[in-house]
Structures are given as C-alpha cells and as structure tokens.
C-alpha cells in the first residue's frame, strides 16, 4: 500500500554535491519516521539518517556535517543533501519508512517499507 522511490543519484567526484529525493506514494501513516540507508560492496547494510514525522533528525557519526535530511509533508518527499563527498560515500542509497517512533538511528529491520534504491558513486 505504499510505494518509495529514490531519485538523484549519480556519479560526482569528490569534493562534490547530490541531492537524493524519497517520493512515497499509497497510504503512508501521518505519523511516520524515514530513514536513508546505504550499501556498498563486500559491507553490511548501515543507517546513514533519519527523520522523524515532527522534523527530529539523527545521522551517522560517518556523515555527520555533511549530510542535511529534510522532509516536505506536503509533498510526501524526503530528501538527503550530501555535501563534501568522498570515495567512501560510494553505495546504493535506500529510503525506507516506518510507522514507528523513533528516539535513535535504528537498522533496517526496524522499517517496514523500502524504495529500490539508486546509485551513489563518488570518485577520486
């Protein structure tokens, strides 16, 4: 009943900038918390950051400073703003969303749906 669905990835050299967008559509709860995720390769699935439905936002030490999540209710889009990208930023990016309350950067485990991610890849 609810559909995701990342956009904005790309290939940018170090230094650089993109800005992901979450469009979810269906029934979404009001009061929703999403979430940014990302893999790379031969790596487990991390968090990178989250959103709750009233604005609070929790990021990975990892991005901290250089990530910016936002979220436009209206639109029902989620965005991450990366700034200062590195190699090691390198991964497929998932928004997932989740009714539940939300007081720490959780695992993937804790949402319930997920978009099909889009590629970040970021060069030396």
């Known amino acids: 009943q609810v559909q995701l669905v990342e ?3 790309g290939l940018v050299q170090a230094g650089g900038s993109l800005r992901l967008s979450c469009a979810a559509s269906g029934r979404t709860f ?5 979430g940014w995720f990302r893999q790379a390769p031969g790596k487990e699935r991390e968090p990178v950051a989250a959103i709750t439905w009233n604005g609070i936002t929790y990021y990975a030490d990892s991005v901290k400073g ?3 999540i936002s979220r436009d209710n209206a639109k029902n889009t ?4 990366m700034n200062s990208l590195k190699p090691e930023d390198t991964a497929v990016y998932y928004c997932a969303l989740t009714s539940r309350p939300i007081e720490i950067l959780q695992p993937g485990g804790f949402y319930r ?6 590629q970040v890849t970021v060069s030396s």
């Open 7 to 9: 956009s904005g990835g």
């Open 30 to 34: 009001t009061s929703n918390s999403t």
């Open 66 to 68: 250089r990530f910016t």
């Open 78 to 81: 989620v965005y991450l703003q």
């Open 113 to 118: 749906y997920w978009g099909q991610g889009t």
